[in-house]
C-alpha cells in the first residue's frame, strides 16, 4: 500500500485521481487467527493495530457485520477531552490526547484532529466550585484545565450569550485547550488501512452469531460466513455488547443500552470555533470544518437496540440549544441520527481480560468513546497481548464492581436514565 504524501497526491492529481487504490483489502475469512477481534468499530479496529504494531501479533481478523463506520464511530459528534475530575479517569484519557496529538502522524491518515479547546459553561456559584474542583484535579495530574470568567468566555467564544438576562445568565467556565474534535469516520479508516498494512484481516458484512468452545475455554466463533477458530476473542461490539455476550451465555453485565441522538444545522460562516457545553442542560456544540452546528443532548430514557432516537428529546435539544446560542434560533436543521450506547453503571468503561477463559471485553463507553479510541485500542491490546492489564486500565477491569471500586464520574450510577 503506497505512503500517503504531497508528493502522491501531486501525482495523482496530475492522472486524474485514478491511481489511488482502496484503503484496505477485502479479506475474506481464514480458518484461524491468533486474535479474533468481534466488532469493526473504532476501538476494534485500533485494538487491531495495536496487536500488529506493539505486540507483533498479525495473525488478527476484525469481523464487521455491517461495513466500517456504520457503528457508533461513524455516529458520534467528535469530541476529544480529557477533563475528568477522577485520577484513574484524567491518566486514562490523558493518554488518550496523547496519543491523539501524534495519529494523523502514526497512521498516515489525516484524521484532523483539531485542539480547538473544549469549555464547559457554568451557571451558578455551586456549578463553578464544582468545575473549578474539576480543574485543580487536571492540573494536579499534570492536565490543562483553566478557569475563564464571563469577560474572558465573551473573547473566547463570542456566539455563547453572556449577558445577565440570558435565560441561564453564565459565572465562567472551565476551558480544556488540549481538548478538541477530530474526524470520526476517518478514524476508523485510518486504523483499518494502517492494521490492513500489518496483515490484520478486515472482515465486513461477517456478523458474529455465536461462540465455539473448547470445555470451558472460548475456541472461536461462528459467523454468517461460517465457524472461526482463534487462540484468543476480543469483543469490542459498543452499544450491541449485551446481545453479543448473551451467545456467550453472559447476561449479567453492568451495562444497559439507550440511544444517544446527533444533529447537524445547515452550514453557516464560521461561528464559534471551540466545543461548548451547557452547564444547564445536557447540550453540547461545535461547528464542524464544512460550517454546520455539530450538537447533542441527552439519552432517550428508555433502553434500546434501535438506532433512531425520539421527538421527545429533539425538542429538548433545540430549547437548551436557543437558550444557549438565540442566535441560531432561526437555523435549519439538516440532519439527526441515533447511536445505540453502552451505558455502565458507573459511567466508565470496562477493558477487561475475560469474563470467560479466552475472552476479552471492551464495552461501557456511554457516551465518551470516540475520544477513548486511541487509548481503549492501545490498552486493550496490551491486555489481549500480556494477559495483564497496562497501568492505564488496571482501574477498569470488570472486576471492580465485584469489589465494589466503582469510578463514578458523573453521578451517573445504576440509573443512566438520570443522569
Ligand atoms: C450521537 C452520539 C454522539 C457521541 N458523541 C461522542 C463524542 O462527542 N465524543 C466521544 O468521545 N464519544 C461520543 N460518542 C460515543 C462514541 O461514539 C462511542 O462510545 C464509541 O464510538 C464506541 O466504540 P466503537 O467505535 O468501537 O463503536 P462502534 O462503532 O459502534 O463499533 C461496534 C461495532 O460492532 C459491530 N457489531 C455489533 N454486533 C456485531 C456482531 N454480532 N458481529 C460483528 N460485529 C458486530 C457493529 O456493527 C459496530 O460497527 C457518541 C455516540 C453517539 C451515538
Redesign the pocket.
Known sequence: MAEYSALSLLKNAFSGNRGWKPAWRKASPKPAYDVIV???????LATAYYLAAEHGIRKVAV????WLG???????????RSNYLLPESIRFYDHSVRLWENLSHELNYNVMFSQRGVLNLAHSPAQADDYIRRGNAMRHEGGDGVWLSPAQIARYAPGVDISPSARFPVVGGLLQPRAGTAR?DAV?WGYARAADRLGVDIIEN????GFLRDGDQIAGVS?SRGDIRGKKVAV?????TG??MKLAGIENLPIESHV???FVSESIKPFVDCVVTFGAGHL?MSQSDKGGLVF?GSLDLYNSYAQRGNLPLVEEVMSEMTAMFPAVARLRLLRS??????MSMDGSPIITKGPLPGMYLNCG?????????PASGYSFAWTIAKDEPHPINAPFTLSRFERGVIIDEKGQGPTPKLH
Open positions: 468481534v466488532g469493526g468499530g473504532g476501538h476494534g469481523l464487521e457485520k455491517g456504520s457503528g457508533n464511530i461513524g455516529r458520534n459528534t467528535t469530541i476529544v470520526h476508523a461477517c456478523e458474529v452469531t459467523t469490542a461490539v459498543a452499544g450491541s446481545r453479543v444517544l441522538q446527533a453540547y447533542g441520527w441515533g447511536g445505540v450506547m453502552d463507553w456511554c457516551y465518551g468513546g470516540f475520544k477513548a479510541t
